[in-house]
């Protein structure tokens, strides 16, 4: 029976109450066990506990917790960081600094700000400012990063606000072969009260294909706070993955933005449009302005002896540079055409000696070249016709230029190469509009009755060849010209893309 009766009684567990907690005894150091509710904790012993009064005073009263809340006390009566340190830097210095941060990030490499901070003090002995400065590379680099990049970003997003806007993108690979894409943003800056085009991002990227570029540009804007919606145009290269009809980066965003006006570098189409029609001509011209340059680019010797060569036929005048040729501006080879032809006695006489003293073959092939009449003919030809492409293509790299006056100049170039090549009474029953569709290649002038300027005329040797050479290259030049749209059709499609903006934003 007494077995029994044991077994039926009931224990009894203390829980934490929340009143021991206002106990002096027990004030400040005890907490509950997140455990368990028959548990205690001391927050300066850092020890677990029975919930049962009598044990946690008996805890206070021992030598171990005693000497935990005296720790706690005396580091309680220490003073903040903030109380007692005082920066280092006045504000002065800490200003100049920035600003030499961004000098540097504008103008220059980081390495030079090790020399600058060691010249700046002694331009003023009295400046404390200039006297007090203590940067060097890794402080400027972290100030661009860290401070001057994301301020500025912010900035940035800030004025662009809820307005339309524009971005231009190029994909490239760096040193470290690294592929990157950078973005230009053109936006209306309120506080600027003009149009703005300024950096704005470089991303990293792992594939260069159209879905990874797309996906790149929208979550760098989804991130930034700038609404996808309110962009109205994209500048591209002419490349594939830009521009394709179906599956590139402008192909998927017109999906998403019907209205988006898709802007092709001018600049960079005039390029393919010359390398283009540069195709008909001979490759001896290109094989001529290629070796001409090489001739003298890796041999010290011949460049000095070419300049003695220059100075007793020239009066002591200094030849020019031969302009070496780059692979992805074709329209460079202007000035190494431009410069061959103003040397071409004295090249032609520097590769006669090199081909008889010295036995050298190049020489040979360089001077076999110079001698026959047609290929100068169509050096010269070349020249005269790239000069306008040359000057049509600064342009639109400037600046300070009304826009819609460069592509009426850009129509006016696919003009002048049709009046060239088209029987004039045709051309008169056309107006500028129609010209835009008009198949030019079915009313082409005989080519006894072109004319490309004096200089080629009098040195053909073949003119039937040679001028059917020369109209191949200016019917090319015609038909690859982005000029094909009319200045009118830019500035229509660009107002309309803009007030349907502008209508979406408002509503």
């Known amino acids: 029976m007494m077995n029994k009766e044991n077994k039926c009684k009931k224990t009894y567990s ?7 907690e206002t106990d002096p005894d027990l004030k400040g150091w005890l907490a509950p066990d997140p455990t ?16 049962h009064k009598k044990d946690l005073v008996s805890h206070a009263k021992t030598e171990k917790h005693k000497k935990a809340t005296a720790w706690e006390t005396s580091a309680k009566s220490y003073k903040s960081i903030s109380e007692v340190y005082k920066p280092a830097l006045p504000e002065s210095t800490k200003v100049a600094e920035l600003k030499i941060a961004a000098f540097i990030a504008e103008h220059c490499s980081l390495l030079t700000v090790d020399h600058m901070i060691s010249l700046l003090p002694q331009l003023d002995p009295s400046s404390d400012a200039l006297k007090n400065l203590k940067i060097h590379r890794t402080k400027c680099s972290m100030l661009i990063k860290n401070v001057l990049g994301p301020s500025m970003l912010e900035a940035l997003v800030e004025d662009i606000g809820d307005f339309p806007y524009s971005i231009i993108i190029d994909e490239s690979t760096d040193l470290s072969s690294q592929k990157v894409l950078c973005i230009m943003i053109r936006f209306l800056s309120h506080k600027e009260k003009q149009v703005v085009t300024t950096f704005y991002r470089i991303i ?7 879905k990874s570029v797309h996906e790149a540009i929208v979550n760098q804007l989804k991130e930034d706070g700038i609404k996808l ?8 290269d002419g490349a594939n993955v830009m521009v394709g009809k179906h599956n590139s980066v402008t192909s998927i965003f017109k999906k998403e933005l019907p209205d988006l006006i898709i802007v092709k570098c001018v600049c960079h189409s005039l390029h393919l449009c010359a390398e283009k029609a540069a195709e008909s001509l001979p490759r001896q011209l290109e094989f001529l302005v290629r070796e001409s340059h090489n001739w003298f680019s890796y041999s010290p010797k011949r460049l000095e002896y070419y300049r003695t060569l220059y100075e007793t036929m020239n009066n002591n005048n200094d030849p020019k540079k031969i302009q070496g040729l780059s692979g992805t501006r074709w329209l460079a080879r202007y000035h190494a055409i431009k410069t061959i032809l103003e040397q071409w006695k004295e090249l032609k006489l520097l ?22 009449h047609p290929f100068k003919a169509l050096l010269i030809f070349l020249q005269n016709e790239l000069k306008h492409v040359i000057q049509l293509n600064l ?13 009426e100049d850009l129509f006016l170039l696919y003009k002048n ?8 009474s045709q051309l008169e029953k056309l107006v500028d509009s129609e010209l ?3 198949n030019f290649r079915e009313h082409l002038m005989h080519t006894a009755s072109m004319y490309f300027g004096f200089d080629f005329h009098t040195r053909q040797a073949n003119p039937q060849q040679d001028m059917t050479r020369t109209t191949q290259f200016v019917s090319l030049t015609a038909s690859n010209c982005p000029g094909q749209v009319g200045p009118s059709e830019w500035t229509q499609l660009g107002r309309q893309a803009f007030v349907r903006q502008m209508l979406n934003t408002s509503q």
């Open 417 to 424: 190469l049709l009046k060239r090549l088209i029987v004039p």
């Open 395 to 407: 342009l639109f790299q400037t600046n300070n230029v009304e826009p819609n006056k460069l592509f």
């Open 204 to 210: 990293q990227l792992i594939e260069c294909d159209a």
């Open 436 to 438: 835009i569709e008009f």
């Open 14 to 20: 203390q829980k934490y109450t929340k009143t021991w």
């Open 351 to 372: 590769f006669s000696i090199a081909k008889s003293d010295d036995k050298c073959f190049m020489a040979e092939q360089l001077y076999d070249i110079m001698r026959r």
């Open 229 to 236: 919606e309110n962009m109205v145009r994209i500048g591209v």
């Open 36 to 51: 368990s509710a028959t548990l205690a904790t001391c927050k300066y012993c850092r020890v677990v506990l029975k919930a």
